[in-house]
């Protein structure tokens, strides 16, 4: 998925803030997913389908989740 994120340049900020904002919910992911393999912890579980819808909601359009569904 991190290679379907393309990289925004600074001077487009609506574009750039979207661009951070998906490679930081994607690093949290991967985090959680790490966790939830090395403890029976259901906390991180948790964690990851709260990022996993976060992450939907900022890659895709509102019409794009409305077809997805």
């Not at 290679?3 to 690093?27: F, M, N």
């Not at 959680?32 to 819808?53: I, N, P, Y």
């Amino acid at each position: 998925m991190n290679q379907r994120i393309t990289p925004a340049e600074k001077g487009d900020a609506a574009a750039y803030e979207r661009y951070v904002t998906q490679i930081t919910l994607l690093h949290r992911m991967l985090i959680a997913s790490m966790q939830c393999k090395q403890t029976v912890d259901e906390s991180h579980v948790k964690e990851l389908r709260t990022l996993l819808s976060a992450f939907e909601k900022a890659y895709f359009t509102e019409e794009e989740r409305r077809h997805s569904h």
